[in-house]
């Protein structure tokens, strides 16, 4: 069976490591799926989230990295995936997610969205707040995984200094 890991993924984090590799234990086949949406304004454009997540997440054989656009459903339809993965770190999680898993039924009542809870470790970690820490230059090297780290501070301090181009 296969599985759909959605999410922005910008960047990676060690937590979506963690639940990548919960759901690569427990189906067949596990395919990340970045959403490719400039209207987030993501830090990285979604060939270098793929990079980094692909080779992040290169130890895993049974995962693939892709990027997808509209909506996840339609994407789930085209890989042949029946469940969706999702984690699940607070309570917060569950109120914003039960609402997204209710709609995806509404649209594919086939597709089941499937909560998994992560290291308790990785419970703090979220996207947005480790591209806040490296924007002002804390240290994320226990956040993401060492691949990213240069990269992150590398954007940050572009950032910082004004000179990224979003959709660079
Ligand atoms: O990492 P994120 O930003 O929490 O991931 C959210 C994501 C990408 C899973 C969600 O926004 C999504 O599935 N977007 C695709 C568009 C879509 O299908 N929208 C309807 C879902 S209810």
Redesign the pocket.
């Known amino acids: 069976m296969t599985a759909l890991v ?5 960047p990676i984090t060690l937590g979506h490591v963690d639940l990548v590799a919960r759901a690569a234990a427990l189906f067949d086949q596990v395919v990340v ?1 970045i ?1 490719d ?1 400039t209207a ?1 304004a993501p830090w990285f454009s979604a060939a270098e989230r793929e990079s980094l997540a692909g080779a992040a997440l290169a130890g895993l054989g049974n995962v693939r990295v892709d990027s ?1 656009t ?5 994407f789930a339809d085209a890989v042949g995936a029946r469940v969706v993965v ?1 984690g699940l770190r607070c309570g917060a999680d569950f109120d ?1 997610e039960r ?3 209710l ?2 039924r509404q ?1 594919a009542p086939r597709l089941e969205t499937v909560f998994l809870t992560g290291e308790a470790r990785y419970s703090h970690l979220s ?1 947005s707040l480790v591209r806040e820490v490296a924007l002002f230059g804390g240290d994320i090297a226990n956040c993401v995984p060492p691949g990213v780290i240069e990269p992150l501070r590398a954007r940050a301090a572009e950032r910082k200094r004004g000179r990224h181009h979003p959709d660079a």
């Open positions: 959605p999410g922005t993924f910008d799926a959403l949406n987030k997808f509209g909506l996840l459903v339609h999702k914003y609402t997204m898993a709609m995806n649209l996207s």
